[in-house]
């Protein structure tokens, strides 16, 4: 009998953790699917399930032209005349896996780049949006031809608080260390709990933890905990989203690491007033404050979660959030909302062209791309997208020489180029040793490529790492005595 009442528990508790955000969504996104024969190039691609336009809406989004800062418009993204999707045949049961357990359905993926690859990260389970996750990784150069990784998962179950799965994986990058935010998520046979900071209606005692774990080469990962306190959560917290460059990066916005928490157990239109922001300094400690950062937004009800965060444009300061929220007429809703990421908590602009891109988004060979789990359980697929912005990005750097005496001047080249539909200006500051150099500034119009020298002269000897965007090399300075 308590097996049955345990097994009933489940899949009750599976319910109501769709019923929060993936119910809805997955009734958005079967309501896009359409069947269609998209022909991109020469290519003719016979798909059952396809999007023209990832509009994640209920009843559509308008008609408005989407805004130069934000990103858009996607579709499937297509390499060597095939759409991208990983559709894996996985065989992996890995540590602490109940009996039969398989990792039959996939959802909820983040990308991250590393030398010219995508790693995807994504949540592996029996049942759609149920409960016993695990996070695999597998890798690409394409988006078409993958590669799982063979000692999946690389994250699972070994705490008490982790004992009904660890779910929904965000990756940054920061110095040469990755960091990855996961859900965990337990129940009531795990006591160590604080049942005065409980929710009036979690009954079950059913509770979702952030948690975090770190890595050097994106394969072996060592858990650091819970980073979001209980008494913050209410036991109940997801989404931890970490202001991202265009490649991965964590980025400090004056001086520190924000952290953006979502689905928390309220959806109201007061919720800006519960609305947190974490601060960190080495995104490993967190301290938390109750801070509106989404208020008086067009046609926004209520917040039920911030999908991702994207700053650090080539000579920009723009924020943008991908929002998945609750308009005013009840339906759920995406929108991306602009933000000056000095001033992180007033917005600027508002477009209801949202993605809901719980992963985060990358630059990948010269255009936008995210992935997302809801067009059919068993796969993954990637969405591209052209970047409308101006977008003189760094294509290579690199020195003349790579040792020289302490008296010597060497030569720093940069090959930038506009990435973008439209012209830019931008102003070229590399940093050695984290020290910014007085920037270059270069004009280009869409497509247009230029090379920007830097005459580089240190006095004292020792070793100086240059670093530009994801660029970087390494100049040696001698000491007369070495020669």
């Known amino acids: 009998m308590l097996n049955i009442v345990k097994i009933l528990k489940k899949n009750l508790l599976s319910i109501r953790l769709i019923s929060i955000r ?4 997955f009734l958005i996104f079967t309501s896009c699917v359409q069947e269609t024969k998209t022909s991109i190039g020469n290519m003719n691609v016979e798909k059952e399930k396809d999007f023209s336009d990832i509009q994640i809406y209920v009843k559509g989004r308008s ?7 934000a990103m858009g418009t996607f579709t499937i993204g297509v390499a060597k005349s095939q759409p991208m999707i990983f559709r894996p045949d996985l065989n992996w049961s890995g540590p602490n896996a109940p009996e039969g357990w398989r990792p039959n359905k996939l959802w909820n993926p983040s990308l991250i780049a590393n030398n010219g690859k995508l790693f995807l990260f994504y949540r592996a389970g029996p049942k759609f949006e149920g409960l016993d996750s695990r996070i695999g990784v597998a890798w690409s150069e394409n988006g078409v031809d993958w590669e799982d990784y063979t000692e999946n998962p690389v994250i699972f179950p070994t705490e008490d608080y982790e004992i009904l799965g660890c779910e929904d994986p965000k990756i940054y990058k920061y110095g040469d260390i990755y960091y990855m935010y996961y859900n965990a998520v337990w129940d009531e046979t795990f ?7 409980i929710p009036y209606d979690n009954d079950d005692l059913i509770g979702v933890d952030i948690c975090l774990a770190t890595s050097r080469d994106l394969l072996y990962w060592e858990k650091k905990g ?15 989203v970490i202001p991202r460059s265009p490649y991965g990066e964590a980025v400090k916005i004056n001086g520190e690491f924000l952290m953006f928490i979502s689905e928390r157990p309220y959806i109201s239109s007061q919720d800006s007033l519960e609305q947190i922001v974490g601060h960190s300094k080495d995104l490993i400690h967190w301290e938390f404050e109750k801070k509106p950062f989404m208020k008086n937004q067009e046609d926004m009800l209520s917040i039920f979660e911030v999908a991702s965060a994207t700053t650090n444009f080539p000579g920009s300061d723009d924020l943008v959030l991908d929002v998945y929220y609750n308009n005013n007429e009840g339906n759920r809703a995406c929108a991306q909302i602009l933000y000056n990421k000095n001033n992180p908590y007033e917005s600027i602009s508002f477009s209801d062209y949202g993605l809901c891109t719980w992963g985060g988004m990358l ?13 059919e359980p068993e796969a993954i697929y990637l969405y591209t997208a052209p970047i409308s912005r101006s977008w003189i990005d760094v294509q290579s750097m690199s020195l003349d020489r790579k040792v020289i005496s302490y008296d010597e001047f060497v030569t720093l080249n940069v090959k930038v180029k506009n990435i973008g539909k439209s012209d830019g200006i931008r102003e070229i500051k590399p940093h050695i040793n984290g020290n910014e150099l007085p920037g270059i500034k270069v004009k280009l119009k869409a497509g247009e490529i230029s090379d920007v020298k830097f005459d580089i002269k240190k006095n004292r000897p020792g070793k100086y790492f240059i670093k530009l965007d994801d660029s970087s090399c390494t100049l040696e300075i001698l000491a007369p005595s070495d020669f």
């Not at 819970?226 to 931890?240: E, G, L, T």
């Open 22 to 25: 993936s119910f809805f969504l």
């Open 63 to 69: 008609t408005k032209e989407v805004p130069t800062w």
């Open 191 to 197: 006591k160590k709990i604080d049942t005065s900071v």
């Open 226 to 240: 819970v980073v979001v306190p209980r008494s913050i959560s209410k036991n109940w917290a997801k989404a931890a």
């Open 363 to 375: 630059v990948f060979k010269d255009q936008w791309i995210f992935a997302q789990g809801w067009v």
